[in-house]
């Protein structure tokens, strides 16, 4: 069901800061002027069958964008995603929210098995020697400084075509991660909400 996003403002943005809803109405405007948007229930988007069967509470989609690229032929999800913080015994460090994320889901027309890529970091490196799932791409010069995982190296490798490389390789902040569950990839930026971040992952959506 598509929802107004401005009379929503009462009942779906009372919980979040007077900062916060002032840049979630500016990224929906940045977005506006680019795609068509609109507010959905993220009911009606393909979250449910991203997310793990294993639900973690402590990251919580807040609100759910609709995006449809002008030509009417590529549409995406946007997710203002809620983490809470947790002390090291586990409990709850605030009853507010504590940080927001930029979350993207997109369907596409193909079963890719589960994939997962982020830029290198020195824990992937180690953890990649004992990974059954590991793709290598290290003699793949193009794309050696990715961390590959894929529970099919064939589907991997075709879902990685030489288009959506370039696409992957200019993500320009490096604390990201990509997954794919059969025909939904999603972005995730581990970073603060933002407008430019918003956009990121709206263009990564549109393009790959």
């Not at 403002?9 to 979630?24: A, G, N, P, R």
């Not at 059954?132 to 003699?139: A, I, L, Q, T």
Request: glycine fraction near 4%; charged fraction near 30%; proline fraction near 2%.
């Amino acid at each position: 069901m598509e929802l107004d996003f401005r009379k929503l403002f009462v009942t779906k943005l009372f919980s979040f800061s007077k900062e916060d809803e002032e840049l979630i109405f500016e990224i929906y405007d940045r977005l506006s002027a680019i795609y068509d948007i609109s507010m959905v229930d993220i009911e009606d988007s393909p979250y449910s069958q991203f997310r793990s069967q294993d639900i973690d509470f402590l990251q919580e989609p807040k609100l759910c964008y609709s995006i449809t690229s002008k030509n009417k032929t590529e549409i995406s999800y946007l997710f203002i995603v809620n983490l809470i913080g947790t002390t090291i015994r586990g409990a709850r460090t605030t009853d507010k929210y504590d940080s927001l994320e930029v979350w993207g889901l997109k369907e596409v027309h193909e079963d890719f098995g589960f994939i997962s890529i982020n830029k290198k970091k020195l824990a992937d490196r180690i953890a990649g020697i004992f990974s059954s799932f590991n793709v290598n791409f290290n003699n793949n010069k193009d794309f050696r400084d990715f961390y590959v995982l894929g529970s099919d190296p064939y589907k991997t490798m075709t879902f990685l075509s030489p288009k959506r490389k370039e696409i992957i390789k200019s993500i320009s902040d490096e604390d990201f991660k990509i997954e794919v569950k059969s025909n939904i990839v999603g972005l995730r930026i581990s970073k603060a909400l933002s407008v430019d971040n918003a956009l990121m992952v709206s263009k990564f959506l549109e393009e790959i």
